[in-house]
């Protein structure tokens, strides 16, 4: 069982992405690898969480960022 609490990003922060990504600001990047750079998660020093969202795109990207993310 996963014991780790989700990881928080503001909801309007999140929805400013979402626009950015939506406009084509993120030329040839997966949704995953954008979401990942653009919130430079490389900087966390646990990255288990993070595993396979780098390279998720569409539906399985979304499915991951909102497993992993819990929007406030």
Do not use: C
């Not at 400013?16 to 993120?26: A, D, I, R, V």
């Not at 979401?35 to 990255?47: A, G, K, M, P, S």
């Amino acid at each position: 069982m996963d014991l780790s609490p989700p990881l928080v990003i503001d909801s309007a922060t999140y929805a400013e992405f979402l626009g950015l990504w939506e406009m084509g600001s993120f030329d040839n990047q997966r949704l995953g690898q954008a979401f990942y750079n653009h919130f430079r998660l490389h900087r966390l020093t646990d990255q288990a969480l993070l595993q396979g969202l780098y390279e998720a795109d569409g539906k399985k990207a979304r499915t991951a960022i909102s497993r992993i993310f819990h929007l406030n």
